[in-house]
Nanobody, 122 residues
Framework: VPLEESGGGLVQTGDSLRLSCVAS????????VGWFRQGPMEEREYVAS????????NYADSVKGRFTISRDNNKKTVTLEMRSLKPEDTAVYYC????????????????WGRGTQVTVSS
């Protein structure tokens, strides 16, 4: 399942940004989709994920209340709305597809995009 992220950029503290993950292929509808991020000199970490049908989602504590994940299966798109951004949110953001939306480990996701850079200036 090829995935492609977009929407990254340079913003200021407190700003909002919307990331999109567009998929191709027929199996997208049956897969959970997650967002991960990797800051400079850091390991890739879980951000949020959504169930295959969009009926449930999960968030890392660090983004809970600020980020919202959603999906439109008709458009094969998963969106990550990010609000009240902080400098520590600076990272390359990746979307990934896997079997179970509550999975938070990178090894649980089989398909990955190439990432989009988000930079939050202070």
């Amino acid at each position: 399942v090829p995935l492609e992220e977009s929407g990254g950029g340079l913003v200021q503290t407190g700003d909002s940004l919307r990331l999109s993950c567009v998929a191709s292929g027929s199996t997208f509808y049956s897969l959970a989709v997650g967002w991960f991020r990797q800051g400079p000199m850091e390991e890739r970490e879980y951000v949020a994920s959504i169930k295959f049908d969009g009926s449930a989602s999960n968030y890392a504590d660090s983004v809970k209340g600020r980020f919202t994940i959603s999906r439109d299966n008709n458009k094969k798109t998963v969106t990550l709305e990010m609000r009240s951004l902080k400098p520590e949110d600076t990272a390359v953001y990746y979307c990934a597809a896997g079997s179970f939306y509550r999975d938070t480990r990178t090894r649980d996701y089989d398909y990955w995009g190439r990432g989009t850079q988000v930079t939050v200036s202070s």
